[in-house]
């Protein structure tokens, strides 16, 4: 292997695959049966852990040639750089080299789309099948499903993947066709469903037969670019509610519009959204797949945008105050989970220790709960504090005076919702 053409073609395609966001914790399950690398023990990340601890991966692009032109994307076959591509061998010697080397735990592997689609996903497809049956390679793999590839190539992913995705790019499909002509909706969702499908499949077929092959094991995810066209934080979530109800979805990851390219299309080069737009959109999510907010409570269509002083639910309890103070006591679970302040763990801890006393603040404190914040919000004998605070402007003023703002980060698994 020549290690300087090597090093180049990874510095290029590296670099090329920071963009893509989707890949955060595994949840794989693929035990080490005597080869290399385990997904189970710990999960694979591309950030940091709630604890404190960097899990990595080895995060490229098989190629960054691609024969589409999208506006918002440094790859595209307009734009004037450098170009590589790296053959199937030398990514499953790199993945090997880097796992013997403590340096990763799992790849992620995409790519821009050469050639056409089903020649692109049959070399994703042949790493991963090099990797797990001539290297025994039981670490965790993410392979980009390539919209437009044949179903039995994405069968065959399946099998020897424990995560694919797909990204939808752009939350419509006006947007996308404004900066993505040569792309439809149509066309990145059919692999989606296959994908839902087979893992629908998988869990029939075991409870029939004691071994079954498994199939993405770690479910399939998504990528939104936002800001990159006018959509609204409202329209976002809806799209992203429309996936996760229809398509069994992991994970959405929103990933704001980073301008690399001038185009008349795009915002101007000197535009990036927020951070904690980002930041908002993952707090959002989290709502609605644990907290079990609708996506049209966490956004009012008068107003739809999310606070970016404010967290989402903490939004949410402001503009519904009748529903408080909730009685810690008495709620059911539903409401509580609704307080801000206390999250899904310590919702836990209350319904459980209530059975046994009547709990006070002194008791949340204890649970863990942020009460500088709750307090508003809840009650023990029936005590409302809404009286003290009619305007719901000095209301806010008052909750946010007496709490830190927590900025946390978006790429994270493990969101805090105050």
Known sequence: ??????????????????????CSSSGGSRKNKGGLGNSQASGICHTYTEDGRCVSLLKILLTNHCIFDCAYCVSRKTNDVKRAAFTVEEVVELTINFYRRNYIEGLFLSSGIFKDSDTTMERLVRVA???????????YIHLKSIPGASDELMKEAGLYADR??????????????????DKSH???IKPMSLVKNELILYKEEKKIFRKVPKFAPAGQSTQMIVGATNETDLKIIKVADHFYQNF?????????????????????????VPMQRENRLYQADWLMRFYGFEANEIVEPSNPFLDLE????????????????VNINMAPKEMILRVPGIGTKSTGKILMARKFQKLTLENLKKM??????????VSFEG???????????????IILSGTKSKYQNPFSQQLTLF
């Not at 694919?164 to 002509?181: C, D, F, R, Y």
């Not at 990933?255 to 915002?267: I, K, M």
């Not at 409302?384 to 806010?396: G, K, L, P, W, Y």
């Open 1 to 22: 292997m020549n290690f300087d053409r090597i090093q180049e073609k990874l510095e290029i395609l590296a670099d090329a695959a920071k963009y893509d966001v989707s």
């Open 129 to 139: 099948k090099k990797l797990r049956l001539e290297h025994n390679f039981n670490g």
């Open 164 to 181: 694919l995705s797909i990204n939808i790019e752009i939350p419509t499909e006006q947007g996308l066709k404004l900066l993505a002509p």
């Open 186 to 188: 149509s066309e990145m």
């Open 248 to 272: 069994n979805l992991k994970r959405v990851y929103y990933s704001g519009y980073v301008p690399v390219l001038e185009d008349s299309r795009l915002p101007s080069i000197h535009s990036q």
């Open 310 to 325: 404010i967290d989402p639910k903490l939004a949410w309890a402001l503009r519904n105050r009748e529903r408080f103070p």
């Open 368 to 377: 863990g709960v942020a009460v500088n914040r709750a307090k508003y919000f």
């Open 383 to 397: 005590t409302n504090v809404f009286n003290r605070f009619i305007d719901e402007q000095n209301f806010r003023n």
